[in-house]
């Protein structure tokens, strides 16, 4: 199984939680972060001087998924966060060791929204 995480712009969640949702994915966690990109993104000013801004808030998301699933979740997570100006965010994928389910204790964790009757 995978890890697939991404940093992306606060105001995206409802766009990527729907993009998420129609591309069938049932599980995330979201995090509170700050972070610093290559470029400037915001000035603020304070008596008439203006300076840059070091962090900025972004959310952080965490999807565990198959191996064969992502591709599509990343996809999803693009398509609701992308905007196109710089400070998007980025995604990133991990191996996992080993993932439980803490109600079955089993280590098959379903990743999709499950179906009426299964
Ligand atoms: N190398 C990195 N490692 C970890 N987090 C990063 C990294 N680069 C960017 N980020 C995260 O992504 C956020 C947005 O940065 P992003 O890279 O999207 O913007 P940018 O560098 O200003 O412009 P660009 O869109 O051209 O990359 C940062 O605030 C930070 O949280
Ligand atoms: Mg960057």
Known sequence: MKKVEA????DRLEAV???LEAAGYGGFTIMDVRGHGQSPEKVGEWRGQT????????LQIEIIV??????SVVR????GAHTGAVGDG???V???AA???IRTGGTTVPTTVAQPGT
Do not use: C, N, Q, W
Request: hydrophobic letters at 40%.
């Open 51 to 58: 300076y840059e801004l070091h962090v900025t808030h972004k």
């Open 76 to 79: 999803a997570i693009m398509g």
């Open 99 to 101: 993932v439980y389910s």
């Open 7 to 10: 940093v992306f712009r606060p």
């Open 17 to 19: 939680s729907a993009a």
């Open 66 to 71: 198959e191996d064969d699933e992502v591709e």
């Open 94 to 96: 991990t191996e996992l």
């Open 90 to 92: 980025l995604i990133s």
